[in-house]
């Protein structure tokens, strides 16, 4: 197989338009401007943001803060335009997806090491490669119409761009509730999961942009920009000051997706469903409980049991082992080269989603119950014909022995 590559005219008729590049003093906007498809990344876009970033992170620099934004009103970014990729891997060029997904977690990196504070305005949708160009930076602003969702398994993938490391580093069991059912996090929830740093009402993000302008060069200082983002800053209309995830839906996760194994999960998810089905269950148990427990089973019937079992074992590996950034996000280009190649059900789940959307995926298994530990354990190992993400790159082992964070 032949490496794919970008031609040099490619690259910059995409960069040139979908993703705007204006720094006024001192300060760099980035804009993910694809609006049309709710600003969903391409491999162009990918390899323009990565040039940014590592401009970005050369000692030479002027650029002392960036602010990355979507255009367009609905969306700060769906994801990675895994259409595109599954589309040319069903014509045989599979090799694309390996060089996006190659290019994408090497930016997810870059953002995490930038030596200038980075701001994510994560306004409208976030999904997949949305966190990925959000969650790493020092920043992230939500606003009461942020939409956040980490919905691969849906799809036949599997939460990457860094999940394994960040996932299980959210409250509670929080992160195999997000990674196994894709649900929405909306508004407020989104900085009380942890994706979000500050929470700023929409009608005031111009004033937002405008404060980081008056910083100048002071906006370099993080403790400057983290006093101008608290400034803004307004509590949920809730009573209390917390989202109804801290309220009430956590509990609930932490009950569940607290147990052994995802097939556990389910079974506790159905026994608390038939039992609320029934009327047999405790009377001070509200319907918004009881209906987030039924949407929640039906989500996670919907998911890929591959998908679910690999999940859940990627973020054993990550949390035992002690994992960095930089060896989960190797993990994750591993298993992502794989589930390109056809060995998964990535192919059929976007096929049956996003393409012919009839809907139907026919996963490999029924249920995770089903998936043979054998074929989980073969998609995590290493790549011997594909060089590593990051040079210098030591492989960690799959025992939980102790490794530095980055």
């Not at 999940?163 to 407020?188: D, E, I, K, V």
């Not at 509590?235 to 839906?249: H, I, N, Q, T």
Request: charged share 20%.
């Amino acid at each position: 197989m032949r490496p794919f590559r970008v031609s040099n005219f490619y690259l910059h008729f995409l960069c040139a338009t979908q993703i705007l590049l204006n720094v006024k003093d001192s300060i760099a906007f980035v804009t993910l401007n694809r609006p049309r498809a709710l600003n969903s990344l391409n491999l162009g876009m990918v390899h323009r943001l990565l040039s940014i970033n590592q401009e970005f992170s050369q000692p030479g620099s002027k650029v002392a803060c960036v602010v990355v934004r979507g255009s367009g009103g609905k969306a700060f970014c769906a994801g990675g335009d895994v259409k595109e990729v599954v589309m040319r891997a069903r014509d045989g060029a599979w090799s694309y997806g390996s060089a996006f997904f190659r290019a994408e977690y090497v930016n997810n990196a870059t953002i995490a090491q930038l030596p200038v504070p980075y701001i994510a305005v994560i306004d409208g949708i976030v999904m997949g490669g949305g966190v990925g160009v959000s969650y790493h930076g020092s920043f992230r602003v939500a606003t009461e119409r942020t939409v956040l969702a980490m919905p691969e398994s849906g799809i036949g993938l599997f939460p990457d761009i860094g999940a394994s490391y960040f996932l299980h580093r959210l409250p509670g069991y929080l992160g195999r509730y997000m990674g196994l059912t894709g649900q929405r996090l909306t508004g407020a929830e989104v900085k009380d999961a942890g994706f979000a740093t500050h929470f700023i009402p929409s009608s005031r993000l111009l004033d937002l942009e405008g404060g980081i302008l008056e910083l100048g060069s002071s906006a370099a200082d993080p403790t400057k920009v983290d006093s101008l983002l608290r400034s803004l800053e307004q509590p949920p209309a809730s009573g209390s000051g917390r989202s109804a995830l801290l309220e009430w839906k956590l509990p609930l996760i932490n009950a569940h997706f607290g147990l052994g194994s995802v097939g556990q999960v389910m079974t506790s998810l159905q026994a608390a469903v038939d039992t609320a089905d029934s009327g047999s269950g405790s009377g001070s148990e509200s319907e918004a409980a009881r209906a987030f427990l039924r949407d929640t089973l039906t989500a996670m019937r919907r998911g890929s049991p591959l998908s679910h079992a690999v999940t859940w074992e990627m973020l054993r590996r990550s949390a035992a082992g002690h994992l960095t950034l930089q060896q989960c996000l190797q993990m994750e280009f591993w298993l992502a080269r794989r589930f390109v190649a056809g060995e998964a059900d990535f192919l059929e789940g976007v096929r049956a989603l996003l393409i012919d959307k009839d809907n139907k995926p026919r996963w490999r298994y029924s249920n995770v119950k089903e998936v043979p530990g054998v074929v989980v354990q073969r998609l995590f190992e290493p790549l011997p014909d594909e060089p590593p993400l990051f040079s210098g790159f030591m492989a960690a082992t799959a025992t939980g022995a102790h490794i530095s964070r980055m």
